[in-house]
């Protein structure tokens, strides 16, 4: 199995497409599974179509479901950062992709995002892992 | 690692039964993980219980965290559309189940399930994938 | 692919740490891939770190996204348990961790967690696989 290890910039945004990362990780290798893996307790991965307004509607869907306010037992940080400690739980930070003769195996419409609402990191790490024949 | 890109009708159902299709795909294989992948923006994949009612259970759930009303800023298609397209961050549609001697180790109560609210499109895709011992 | 079906005892807690489970039966192991399954209908796994207040919190936002009344139309059980039989849509009981020279390459704040609000069940059986390097 090859990994590597990843720094990416997320900057201030709630949303950062990681497909490029994920389709240069897996160029050149053969058929097998890419696994997409964030070792963060306060991001997830998610499949979604991006550039139609989605990712705005996201950040609104996560502060419905977790709330930023003062309801959390979790309470380092800044107001609601508990939130952020519940969002790997409904977005998991574990994610597999196909790949056939190195292409991910992607729809047409979907991205891999890592989806961070705690700003306050503006670098995460991201391990990319690759299992396929030998 | 076998792959195969099969059509799922789903008609007008919100919540399809892909257990069958799973068990077809793994018969006669070994020991490994079978890998059950959407390559759509706008459906995802559960592992739950079938016929005793939580099928309106999870229409009504889903309708909950996720009305279809013209809150969302990805607008196209009919109202509520955008409520789709967020579906797969919460229920991600891509899920792997170990297989032993060619049999999924589902529990007695497991089915996996296609979840897709958007009715609009009666076929989907479906990518099953087998990565096990060569 | 070796497997092994363990037996995890919950009791009566909703959130149960499986990383100890996980690190041990991946000693030892090369570089590969471990996978995390619950054979139950009516339990998920999550990454999350422990300790610090977000056990109680994720037990409350289980109760807003799922309240335990009688809305369901699985109604077998105590009142509210149709909701423990939603709960493996939105937090899915498989899970995979990327492991090196034996080692769950997990971040400093994250273990995997058996959800668990359907406390009628004091043990309940967790499958684990690792596929690697051959």
Chains 1, 2, 3 share one sequence.
Not at 3 to 28: M, P, Q, Y
Not at 59 to 71: G, H, Q, S, T
Not at 106 to 119: A, E, K, M
Request: with cysteine.
């Amino acid at each position: 199995m090859d990994s590597e290890l990843i720094e990416v910039h997320t900057g201030s945004r709630k949303v950062t497409d990681l497909t490029a990362f994920i389709r240069r990780f897996c160029s050149g290798r053969g058929d097998g599974l890419c696994h997409v893996f964030l070792p963060h307790a306060t991001a997830g991965l998610g499949i979604m179509e991006l550039g139609s307004g989605s990712e705005t509607d996201l950040e609104a869907l996560i502060d419905r479901v977790l709330p930023r306010d003062d309801r959390y037992r979790h309470r380092h940080g800044s107001t609601g950062h508990g939130a952020d400690h519940l969002l790997p739980v409904l977005v998991q930070p574990s994610l597999m992709v196909p790949v056939l003769s190195g292409t991910p195996q992607l729809g047409t419409w979907q991205s891999v995002v890592l989806v961070d609402p705690n700003v306050d990191n503006p670098v995460r790490s991201l391990r990319l892992s690759f299992l396929g024949d030998r």
